[in-house]
């Protein structure tokens, strides 16, 4: 079974400009997450989406949106770039979203530069 | 006082020891705790996953859980150099939200 996959893999940008990441589930999984990771800050929570629906939000401001298509597959976007969004962002899928056993699984992250 | 929190090394073992990864969580209604294996310009990937009190093994690791003392801890037994790594400790608070410590940095020396 294919993991979860994203795109693209790395991204260079300026600053103002807006961005549009992309992550493919594993299979079956109807819940996706994207984390923002930075040296600084750590592996963040930014939301999460079940059956296109955003069910969780992280402390990011609305600069910061997503979405989740029916088949699944998840988009998130950035608006007017800064240099602090510069980052590995991360997607992880999952079965369910009620189970609190289910484990998530990562995809491999897009690299974002902000200039 | 952060959700989650971990000593961020480096902890260094020689090859072949035993490597003991801490972590504590603020939050009491926390259920399920996760330790994921983070190579560097890589992905995080899991490790284990423990919902219980007290021990569960899977080969040469063993995660610990003590909710009353809000603690969870990773075992490595006979430690190798593609160990490693920064591990992660991850716990769900609710839904699907992962709340990560800072990771703490394994070097195992051969």
């Known amino acids: 079974k294919a993991g979860v996959t994203q795109t693209p893999r790395y991204l260079i940008k300026t600053r103002g400009q807006q961005v549009t990441l992309s992550c493919s589930p594993i299979s079956g999984h109807r819940s996706v997450s994207w984390y923002q990771q930075t040296p600084g800050q750590g592996l963040q929570f930014l939301f999460e989406?079940?059956?296109?629906?955003?069910?969780n939000k992280g402390n990011f401001p609305g600069r910061f949106s997503g979405r989740q298509f029916s088949n699944s597959r998840s988009e998130m976007n950035v608006s007017t770039l800064e240099l602090g969004d510069s980052a590995l962002y991360l997607c992880?899928?999952?079965?369910?979203?009620?189970?609190?056993?289910?484990?998530?699984?990562f995809g491999p992250g897009t690299r974002l530069l902000v200039l | 006082q952060k959700e989650v929190e971990q000593n961020s090394g480096p902890l260094s073992v020689p090859e072949g020891a035993i490597a003991s990864l801490n972590c504590t969580y603020s939050d009491r209604v926390s259920q399920s705790f996760f330790w994921y294996r983070q190579y560097s310009g890589k992905s995080p990937e899991l490790i284990m996953s423990i919902y219980s009190n007290g021990d569960k093994e899977d080969g040469r690791f063993t995660a610990q859980l003590n909710k009353a003392s809000q603690y969870v801890s990773l075992l490595i037994r006979d430690s190798q150099p593609s160990d490693s790594a920064t591990y992660l400790c991850a716990v769900k608070v609710y839904g699907n939200k992962l709340v990560f410590g800072a990771g703490t940095i394994l070097r195992v020396k051969s």
């Open positions: 992880a899928s999952s079965l369910a979203i009620d189970n609190t056993q289910e484990t998530q699984y």
């Open positions: 989406y079940f059956s296109e629906t955003q069910r």
